[in-house]
Every structure is written in structure tokens, then in C-alpha cells.
């Protein structure tokens, strides 16, 4: 994780994918210990490491 840009507005990270599910997972699994505000970023944090797996599977016979 790297702090990119920090100011009295906001703050702008940069994080690993490798950073991403160790992050997420405990948030996520322990959700009633957050508040609401933590959780929408946590599901953030844990679509874009989705996102980021290749999850394409060609079809079988696409070319056929």
C-alpha cells in the first residue's frame, strides 16, 4: 500500500493486488464490527481484486 497524494480533501492509496484480499477478507468476514462507510470501501477494494483475475474461459466450439 503507498500513499499517493494526501490533503485536507481527501487521500488517494495505491495498493497491491497482492494487498487486496488481506485487506478485504477479515473486514468483510467480521462486517457487524464495521461501520458502513468502511464496509462500501472494503467491497470496493475486494471487487476490484476480482476485477483484476482473468476470468475469461473461451467457449467450447467457438470456432468451429
Known amino acids: 500500500m503507498e ?3 494526501k490533503d485536507a480533501q481527501g ?3 495505491r495498493f497491491d ?3 487486496l ?4 477478507e477479515p473486514i468483510v468476514k ?3 464490527s464495521f461501520a458502513k462507510d468502511t464496509l462500501d ?8 481484486d476480482y476485477r483484476t483475475d482473468d476470468h ?3 467457449p467450447p466450439h467457438v470456432f468451429d
Open 3 to 5: 500513499v499517493i497524494h
Open 11 to 13: 487521500i488517494t492509496i
Open 17 to 19: 493486488k497482492k494487498d
Open 21 to 24: 484480499a488481506k485487506i478485504a
Open 30 to 32: 467480521n462486517a457487524e
Open 41 to 48: 470501501i472494503v467491497y470496493l477494494l475486494a471487487e476490484q
Open 56 to 58: 475469461f474461459e473461451q
